[in-house]
């Protein structure tokens, strides 16, 4: 669960955490074409997901939705996501950069952060059935990460083009 949420986690700086988000995260039925996952096993990931972000954002995230997408035996992807507290606002995309680092991914750099703007990075780590890819984006109304399962993505840089594909879908 670390895996997602360590990126996010310090990301943001504030005055004095507000109750009011700036911005929301809704989950569709489909990403990127993959159906959302209902088996009791993929609603306890998204829990623990949404939980272990939750912890990490300190009180920043506000409304964090978590979902899978896919199957365990094919293509998948993960998502954490939440809006912004109302006198947090974002910080640099070399701090993004960094989280991640210190989350143990490599390769990682910044990508173009699409028509939502804000800061959007993504690094590579090894596990037993390939390479996953992790995404994180912030912004000034909401911040997230997208996990890409080993095949899910050629490499980071199209990770980065699904992930703001994904933004497009779930911010308001």
Known sequence: MAVIAAAVGGYFAQHQTSSTPKGSITLPRTLL?????????????????????????????????????????????????????????????????????RSGYSGVRAFPAGSKGGSLACGSR???????LHCTWVDKMTAGDVLFAPGSASGLAEAAAKTNQVRAAVEH
Do not use: F
């Open 33 to 101: 074409s993959l159906p959302r996952a209902t088996s009791a096993a993929a609603d306890r990931l998204a829990r623990n997901l949404r939980n272990a972000e939750a912890t990490q954002s300190h009180g920043r995230l506000w409304n964090i939705m978590a979902g899978i997408y896919g199957s365990p035996t094919g293509a998948w992807l993960a998502i954490a996501a939440g809006g912004i507290c109302g006198t947090c606002y974002a910080k640099s995309t070399s701090v993004v950069e960094r989280g991640l680092v």
């Open 126 to 132: 090894q596990i037993r059935s390939g390479t996953l």
